[in-house]
């Protein structure tokens, strides 16, 4: 259902490193534009750039960006990774019991504010 999500930054650095190694615990690859980073992948895409109309990026009050993780280890380390490269924690991986069966997932905000989560169905003990 999803085509791609653009998340806006102001320092396209800051969020090339935060971005580049998250996203390389779920699989994907980034690609520098010189505006920002696209990360494709067979499903969607994501982007992270500077606004096209050139005013400063602002963060959207009640939106999340939710990533797929393939396992447990790969949230540990999607989280481990944006904390060292920049991100703050905002909700450490664990089991979230408000979710749909009960996910393993872990929430963090990026260099510029966004606030984004990696969750996986991964059944079995932990």
Avoid: Q
């Avoid at 085509?3 to 690609?31: C, P, Q, W």
């Avoid at 010189?34 to 963060?59: D, M, Q, R, Y």
């Avoid at 944006?82 to 924690?89: P, Q, R, W």
């Amino acid at each position: 259902m999803i085509n791609h999500v653009f998340l806006g930054t102001n320092d396209i650095e800051k969020s090339r490193a935060f971005y580049t190694a998250t996203m390389k615990e779920l699989g994907a690859e980034g690609h520098p534009l010189p505006h920002g980073t696209v990360f494709p992948t067979a499903e969607s895409t994501l982007v992270v750039a500077k606004p096209a109309n050139g005013e400063a990026a602002c963060v959207s009050n009640g939106a999340t960006l939710g990533l797929k993780a393939a396992s447990y280890d790969a949230v540990d380390a999607w989280h481990a990774a944006g904390l060292a490269n920049g991100g703050t924690d905002d909700g450490a991986p664990g089991f979230r019991e408000n979710s749909p069966g009960n996910m393993y997932g872990a929430y963090l905000r990026d260099t510029d504010g966004n606030k984004i989560c990696a969750f996986t169905a991964n059944v079995g003990p932990r």
